[in-house]
């Protein structure tokens, strides 16, 4: 079945707070025109206090491949402001069941470091699903990384281990490009036959 076809049985609303590391990446699939670096992708948490308690939930955004939203009736790309999609997969850690919102536009198409997100487009269909984001606060460099010390193990990982490889290649080692994103975020998932997407992604 093909998961725009899926129709869900119910919602779940999600109101909170959420952090989003935006992190850069190099996939010369990504690249767009007029050779910019690829648009990064996103890790991050979602926290929603209910009563006493908070629960937690992840996220994933992994950019799209222009293709896979192309342009309709749009003579001049160069007059207009560039379009960033992600598809965005929230993970409940409590159940490990996933969901797939396909189609998240980045507000300002990812020129800025704000990191708005949105599901408020005409020209795709999120089936009833949505998604708010507003960064409040941003957070780069040193300040970035002691975020993703706490928050982020895997992300400094992959950092440490490009600056080993920097180290023994003799190269210089590469700037913390990081970004941290903090604000407030709602989130309607739906929820199929199923009860999450089909193919969990391992995150």
Request: glycine share 10%; net charge negative; proline share 8%.
């Amino acid at each position: 079945m093909n998961p725009q076809e899926t129709h869900f049985r119910s919602f779940i609303q999600l109101d909170g707070f959420a952090h989003l590391c935006f992190i850069p990446q190099h996939n010369p699939e990504l690249e767009p025109p007029r050779h910019h670096p690829p648009p990064p992708i996103f890790r991050g948490h979602l926290i929603v206090a209910t009563g006493s308690r908070s629960e937690s939930y992840g996220l994933l955004g992994t950019p799209l491949l222009p293709d896979v939203h192309p342009p309709s009736h749009i003579p001049h790309l160069c007059c207009l402001e560039k379009t960033l999609y992600y598809k965005v997969v929230v993970k409940d850690y409590d159940s490990d069941k996933q969901h797939s919102l396909d189609f998240v536009r980045r507000l300002g198409g990812g020129e800025d470091d704000a990191g708005g997100l949105t599901t408020e487009d005409e020209e795709h269909d999120n089936r009833g699903q949505e998604l708010s984001f507003v960064a409040s606060k941003l957070k780069g460099g040193m300040e970035a990384r002691r975020h993703c010390e706490k928050y982020f193990p895997e992300v400094i990982k992959a950092y440490t281990e490009k600056e080993g490889a920097d180290d023994r290649n003799g190269t210089e080692d590469e700037e913390f490009g990081a970004v941290v994103c903090m604000g407030k975020m709602d989130v309607r998932i739906g929820i199929d036959v199923g009860g999450s997407i089909r193919d969990p992604i391992d995150f």
